[in-house]
């Protein structure tokens, strides 16, 4: 109980600059700048999870909270010298278990910021009554309830040995934090909307979705270790449909990592799994791409959107180098990091877009007056009459 105190207050200490830089503002802003400082912070801890998976650090620390019950590696370092004498090419290492430890920290920063945000919001519910701080008290709850089931899934990573569908959840429930918060971002920020932009709806959220599946393939090749499965691009393996790929065998989404099932002795999952798993986050990212695409291409003839549409264009090229070269340089570090930072740019600005989309009025259907109606009846009835003399 001690060392979860101990924990929190360094969470305390860390939310503490960014709190403090919000406190600065205008009594009328602050709640908006709070939202995008924990925006903020939530993409980097979405990269800094990915450093954390890519390093193999996310059994740095194999208990949960803590390092071996300690509040930090330092006074774990016994635990973890010994692991590692035993074990060198182990999972446990005091590098490993800073970065996992880090990695901690700041999500449970992110948890504190989420709170000051809940309480936030519903006291302004409170004091103003009004239908937009109701939908904002609910939308913080959700966050909040997202963030909690996050620090379900963290306890679980580490506590069921990385199990690849823990993983992946992990991830697209970060993915889901940060464009929630997103959305409430941009809610409490006024925009004037045209009509014209309603238009995007559709092409917004198929493409919104089509990214959301990708991102989910993405996670369970990298959770799978499925990366370099096929190593050369546009084909995989020198061919476009590898054959023999064990599609059963690599989506089976409960197991444990490296196995077909549960226990030491499930067979080891066959090569041909982890192909079929590069393989269709590959062919799958052909889709997504043009899905997006199609979302450029007709937001950038919308002057309220033109700039997001720019801004997508060059997170999608981005987006698709740097995938490519994850595979051509053999899983590079800092391009691997990259693609996860784009991933989750993608997302923001995907989430910016359906939010400003559904945000605008509809079309309205131009109604016939009155007066246009009995002049209208007065224009045909003079036709007909002009028709039967010509009779």
């Not at 899934?153 to 970060?174: E, N, Y």
């Not at 499965?229 to 089976?252: H, I, K, L, N």
């Not at 590069?278 to 309220?304: D, E, S, Y």
């Not at 016939?368 to 009835?381: N, R, W, Y």
Request: charged share 10%.
């Amino acid at each position: 109980m001690q060392s979860y105190a101990t924990m929190a207050v360094i969470a305390i200490a860390i939310a503490t600059p960014p709190l403090g830089y919000v406190a600065f503002a205008r009594a009328n802003n602050r709640f908006r700048k709070l939202v995008w400082v924990t925006a903020f912070l939530t993409f980097d801890l979405i990269l800094f999870g990915a450093f954390t998976r890519l390093t193999d650090s996310g059994l740095g620390c194999p208990d949960w909270p803590g390092c071996y019950g300690q509040t930090d590696p330092l006074s774990a370092s016994e635990s973890i010298r010994s692991a590692e004498a035993a074990l060198p090419t182990g999972p446990v290492t005091m590098v490993k278990a800073w970065i996992e430890m880090l990695h901690r920290y700041l999500a449970m920063t992110v948890g504190l910021l989420t709170v000051v945000l809940l309480a936030s919001s519903w006291r302004r519910w409170t004091r103003d009554g009004d239908a937009r701080s109701k939908r904002t008290a609910w939308l913080t709850s959700l966050i909040f309830a997202i963030v909690c089931f996050q620090g379900a899934l963290g306890a679980w990573t580490v506590t069921m040995k990385l199990q690849p569908l823990i993983v992946t959840a992990h991830l697209l429930g970060a993915m889901t934090l940060l464009a929630l918060l997103v959305v409430l971002g941009l809610r409490e920020q006024p925009a004037s909307m045209s009509e014209s932009v309603a238009r995007l709806r559709v092409a917004a959220a198929i493409a919104l979705a089509a990214l959301v599946v990708q991102v989910a393939l993405g996670g369970w090749v990298s959770a799978n270790y499925a990366v370099l499965a096929c190593q050369d691009f546009p084909r995989c393996q020198g061919q476009w449909v590898p054959p023999g790929m064990e599609f059963s065998a690599g989506f089976t989404l409960w197991r444990d990592l490296g196995q077909t099932g549960f226990g030491p002795d499930s067979p080891a999952i066959p090569f041909a799994a982890l192909t079929a798993i590069h393989w269709t986050h590959r062919t799958f990212g052909w889709l997504a791409f043009a899905a997006i695409g199609w979302l450029v291409w007709r937001a950038r003839k919308v002057k309220a959107t033109r700039a997001l549409a720019h801004a997508i264009a060059a997170l999608l090229v981005a987006q698709f180098v740097t995938g490519v070269s994850t595979v051509l340089f053999q899983w590079p570090l800092a391009i691997a990091i990259g693609h996860s930072a784009g991933a989750a740019a993608l997302i923001a600005a995907l989430a910016a877009v359906n939010v400003r989309v559904w945000k605008a009025p509809r079309v309205p259907a131009v109604p016939i007056v009155p007066t246009q109606a009995h002049a209208l009846s007065a224009s045909v009835g003079s036709s007909a009459r002009l028709d039967s003399r010509a009779f």
